[in-house]
């Protein structure tokens, strides 16, 4: 089974920065991509971020592309969303999730259905 823990949100102001951390353990650590998905009262879940592991490639949802950045670290086991310039609209609660398995073809990162353990969420707030 496998662990993510969010870290990092809190209250911020407009136009400040924030960076999330999510963290993995467990049985396995073979992530073969990792993403955040974000959660607004009232909406569905949406893609914000991912990236994959082969070749780092990074994917990002049009109404943070600029302003957020994607990364992980050297040992595959966390990853970071760094999140600037950042608006009352991006209040909601970001969640981490990884894919365990091989990618396959048709796999898209934008959709919740390509990953398969999440965390538990934590919550950023913008104020205005």
């Known amino acids: ?15 400040g920065p924030l960076r999330l951390s999510c963290a993995a353990s467990g049985r ?4 073969y991509a990792m993403g955040w998905f974000r959660r607004a009262p009232g909406k569905d879940r949406e ?14 949802a ?7 950045t994607i990364s ?9 969303l760094q999140m600037n310039s950042l608006k009352p609209e991006d209040t909601a609660v970001y969640y981490c999730a990884t894919r365990q398995t091989p990618i396959s073809v048709g796999w898209t990162a ?3 259905r ?11 707030t913008v104020s205005s």
């Open 1 to 15: 089974h496998v662990q993510l823990v969010e870290s990092g949100g809190g209250l911020v102001q407009a136009g």
């Open 28 to 31: 396995t650590l073979t992530s």
């Open 47 to 60: 893609f914000v971020a991912a990236i994959r592991w082969s070749g780092d490639r990074t994917y990002y």
């Open 62 to 68: 049009d109404s943070v592309k600029g302003r957020f």
């Open 72 to 80: 992980r670290d050297n040992a595959k086991t966390t990853v970071y």
């Open 110 to 112: 934008t959709t919740t």
């Open 114 to 124: 390509g990953y398969g353990y999440w965390g538990q969420g934590t919550q950023v």
